[in-house]
């Protein structure tokens, strides 16, 4: 599914400052009250997500569209003094069209993966108390595809066309590369059990518009085996606990996700939907 993903990584996609100093100013002294005295917090480079598009190969409803997302730069103590503030709502403005209506918040992407076990089990974690976000909530395995990974630390090479292309390859193989990483990272589960990401699509929550994409992976353990793996998850300490639930039992436990998690779990759906479609189409063409 690579081929069906690519990324435009350009400063035109990074955010827009307010043309309101006082709010623009809150930033700082949000950042500054939340990271006093916790040593925990950094800032550190994101990518920021600023849209999509989306391309037919050939017309076909059958075809999957090319997906390609618009990506700029951001970092973590402007999604603090953003995204997560209490004035988030004032970073906004009116428009029906996202991007636009975002153009003033951090919305550094985040990843997430829907993960099935060879016994057709899905792995939700439910995260620590100590994380800044959502504590005690379920959720995909994930994290944030990181600009570090591909050399990035901030706006240098897009102007040469053919080395903006490379990095442009760069960029999307580290939006699969990370979620592999992520996973390896949270559940103990190693990279060799997993299928290739399947991106399945981007969901924004309503709280805060906090992007994330969403892929689908395969893994080829039983579910049996996945806590005994989770015991030595390197970023265990994010989580409390694993567990691996029925689609039934999954339904159920969506209220106490994020919104942006369960907006991945309407994104598998739809997926299971699609599948299930092609699957009836092809039985009636034979």
């Avoid at 930033?27 to 916790?38: A, M, P």
């Avoid at 990370?178 to 924004?204: D, H, K, N, Q, Y």
Wanted: with cysteine; charged share 25%.
């Amino acid at each position: 599914m690579l081929k069906k993903v690519s990324v435009d990584f350009s400063k035109s996609h990074d955010r827009i400052p307010r043309q309101d100093p006082g709010l623009e100013d809150s930033i700082s002294q949000v950042w500054e009250q939340r990271s006093q005295g916790n040593s925990s917090l950094f800032n550190g480079q994101k990518f920021r997500y600023g849209g999509y598009c989306l391309d037919d190969d050939d017309g076909s409803t059958n075809e999957v569209p090319h997906v390609c997302l618009r990506l700029g730069l951001t970092d973590y103590r402007t999604f603090v003094g953003t995204n997560l503030s209490s004035l988030w709502e004032k970073f906004l403005v009116t428009s029906e069209d996202d991007s636009v209506r975002c153009r003033h918040t951090s919305s550094p992407l985040g990843n997430g993966a829907v993960i099935e076990t060879s016994d057709k089990k899905i792995i939700v974690l439910r995260r620590s108390n100590n994380v800044g976000e959502f504590p005690g909530h379920y959720v995909f395995p994930g994290g944030h595809p990181e600009p570090t990974a591909v050399g990035i630390d901030y706006h240098q090479l897009e102007n040469n066309v053919q080395t903006g292309e490379v990095l442009n390859k760069k960029v999307t193989q580290e939006m699969f590369d990370s979620i592999i990483c992520e996973v390896v990272e949270e559940t103990g589960i190693p990279a060799s059990s997993l299928s290739s990401p399947l991106f399945i699509g981007i969901s924004r929550r309503e709280l805060n518009v906090r992007p994330a994409m969403f892929f689908y992976l395969k893994c080829s353990h039983h579910s049996d085996d996945i806590q005994r793996l989770y015991s030595s998850a390197e970023d265990g300490f994010e989580s409390t606990q694993l567990h691996t639930v029925s689609l039934d039992e999954l339904k159920m436990m969506t209220s106490r996700m994020p919104g942006c998690h369960h907006g991945g779990f309407a994104l598998y759906e739809l997926m299971l939907q699609r599948l299930k479609n092609t699957k009836e189409t092809s039985l009636i063409a034979t």
